[in-house]
């Protein structure tokens, strides 16, 4: 018989092997449970344990508002007020006073006109936060997608 005839024949043989699965000489059983007055625990490391429900009850994030001003952005009540701020803001001097606060937690806004990317007009949802007035903070029309930051396992 030649070389490449043999190893031809034991690939055959090989993969008729492995296609037709294992064997068992005799019937698979189930073994027998071990009694339950047992004080022995067979704990397997590689069963999957299911988490039971003690503790807190798990809480989802809220979404957050969306228009809304963030910490630090700037309230006007006028727009001329917003301007007397930018002109301030750049050094040039400003009579009057300019009447501006700075928001310090987020506060959801409605958008009722926009005159450029440095003027818009809002009306807060809460009127506690300021009311109507005017910003120079940057307000794009849809949310800005949040990616989470990768955590350690």
């Known amino acids: 018989m030649r070389p490449i005839s043999r190893i031809v024949t034991i690939a055959a043989c090989l993969g008729v092997l492995v296609l037709a699965g294992p064997v068992s000489a005799q019937p698979s059983q189930t073994p027998p449970a071990p009694p339950d007055d047992s004080n022995v625990s067979f704990d397997s490391p590689f069963l999957v344990k299911k988490k039971g429900k003690d503790g807190a009850p798990e809480v989802k994030a809220q979404p957050l508002a969306w228009p809304r001003l963030d910490a630090g952005s700037v309230l006007c009540r006028t727009e001329e007020d917003l301007t007397r701020l930018a002109a301030r803001r750049i050094g040039q001097t400003v009579s009057g006073n300019v009447d501006c606060k700075v928001i310090r937690l987020a506060t959801p806004i409605t958008i009722v006109e926009r005159k450029g990317p440095g003027r818009t007009?809002?009306?807060?949802?809460?009127?506690?936060?300021g009311g109507p007035g005017w910003t120079d903070a940057w307000l794009p029309a849809k949310a800005p997608t949040v990616v989470a930051p990768p955590t350690r396992r």
Do not use: I, R
């Not at 007009?121 to 936060?129: H, K, N, R, W």
């Open 121 to 129: 007009e809002v009306t807060t949802t809460d009127p506690a936060a």
